[in-house]
């Protein structure tokens, strides 16, 4: 069964709006977890490493303002694309690490943004 | 650095026959190589992962990998298609145990036709 779940699968906000992405880690303690967006027929990008009780790291070239990164207990992770615009728009998907190296995947929240 | 690249974004096969898709890899350390599956509007699914140990890796659905060092790959094969093999195929790379970044590559669809 699915180990990394995510909330909600599908979202359309307006333009201006917030909005919070849910990634839980079900079957495990998960201290580190990641965040990726995949654009449509392209390969997954990492945003940022989610790390439990500390701040997240972000990738060069992703704005921290803009994307939101809360890893307040050892099992959920949360995403907050604040002031959302079209260009927003995409599939974010987050995983939960573990100590041996592979990651397993939520499966993915797909943000549109009108 | 690490690094993965997967030649071809589009391999096609007929119901049956072999499915081989590339990865090639660049590390400056002993790697950790992964193959993930992902279907449409969905997460990504482990296939299999080398770890350092026997090189011949079997993985989910009569999948497999061989990692061969002199020729940094870690190409993914299956004796026989199946129709539900239709989706697109990521290698990935880390530089080993703990909670490190994965480096995917660009993705490859297979495509399978009756």
């Known amino acids: 069964g699915a180990v990394v779940s995510q909330h909600p699968s599908r979202v359309i906000c307006k333009s201006g709006t917030s909005v919070k992405i849910e990634c839980r880690s079900l079957?495990?303690?998960?201290?580190?977890m990641f965040w990726y967006r995949q654009f449509p027929k392209q390969s997954l990008m990492l945003m940022a490493t989610?790390?439990?009780?500390?701040?997240?790291?972000?990738e060069q070239g992703v704005e921290k303002d803009k994307f939101l990164i809360n890893h307040a207990s050892l099992t959920l992770s949360t995403l907050t694309v604040t002031s959302a615009h079209p260009e927003d728009s995409s599939f974010y998907i987050c995983?939960?690490?573990?100590?041996?190296?592979?990651?397993?995947f939520g499966p993915g929240t797909r943000l549109t943004v009108t | 650095a690490q690094s993965v690249t997967q030649l071809g974004s589009h391999v096609s096969v007929s119901e049956g026959a072999l499915v081989l898709l590339r990865c090639n890899y660049s590390?400056?350390?002993?790697?950790?190589l992964f193959w993930y599956v992902q279907y449409p509007n969905q997460g990504l699914q482990l296939l299999l992962k080398?770890?350092?140990?026997?090189?011949l890796v079997k993985g989910i659905n009569g999948f497999e990998a061989e990692f061969k060092k002199s020729e940094t790959s870690f190409h993914l094969t299956k004796p026989s298609a199946h129709m539900s093999d239709a989706a697109e195929y990521f290698c990935?790379?880390?530089?080993?145990?703990?909670?490190?970044?994965?480096?995917f590559g660009t993705g490859t669809r297979l495509l399978v036709s009756p």
């Open positions: 995983s939960r690490a573990t100590g041996s190296g592979e990651q397993y």
């Open positions: 079957d495990f303690q998960a201290t580190t």
């Open positions: 989610s790390n439990e009780g500390s701040k997240a790291t972000y």
């Open positions: 590390s400056s350390v002993p790697p950790y």
């Open positions: 080398y770890t350092s140990a026997a090189t």
């Open positions: 990935a790379v880390t530089p080993g145990t703990g909670f490190q970044k994965l480096v």
